[in-house]
């Protein structure tokens, strides 16, 4: 079992900056990456970024390429995702996840992929 929990969401205005917080627990040993989701209202989850965690290497969708960046901190078991130049189609609920099965770049965006999932946090983006 592995539990995560999110934080750092919350209200920005657009071009405005945040950074999320995943901070895993349990059986973090079997860590091979850790990702964020996210999920807009009316809208399916979609892939945001992952991070694999021996050697950091990190992955992104297209759509923040540039704008966000994704780290851990090993030592800590947590994950973060910084956020910058925000606009109003980023606002969603962001979910991180957490995986110990290989990923490749086919597979690496599947959320069926994930095995572990966190409650979510609320990032919303004012015009």
């Known amino acids: 079992q592995v539990q995560l929990v999110e934080s750092g969401g919350g209200l920005v205005q657009t071009g405005g900056s945040l950074r999320l917080s995943c901070a895993a627990s349990?059986?973090?040993?079997?860590?091979?990456?850790m990702g964020w989701f996210r999920q807009a209202p009316g809208k399916e989850r979609e892939f945001v970024a992952t991070?694999?965690?021996?050697?950091?290497?990190?992955y992104y969708a297209d759509s923040v390429k540039g704008r966000f960046a994704v780290s851990r901190d090993s030592a800590k078991n947590t994950m973060y995702l910084r956020m910058n130049r925000l606009t109003p189609e980023d606002a969603a609920v962001y979910f991180c996840?957490?995986?110990?099965?290989?990923?490749?770049?086919?597979?690496?965006?599947?959320?069926?992929?994930?095995?572990?999932w966190g409650q979510g946090t609320q990032v919303t983006v004012s015009s």
């Open positions: 349990g059986r973090t040993s079997d860590t091979y990456a």
């Open positions: 996840a957490w995986t110990a099965r290989i990923l490749t770049l086919p597979t690496i965006a599947r959320d069926d992929f994930y095995a572990y």
């Open positions: 991070v694999r965690w021996i050697d950091g290497n990190t």
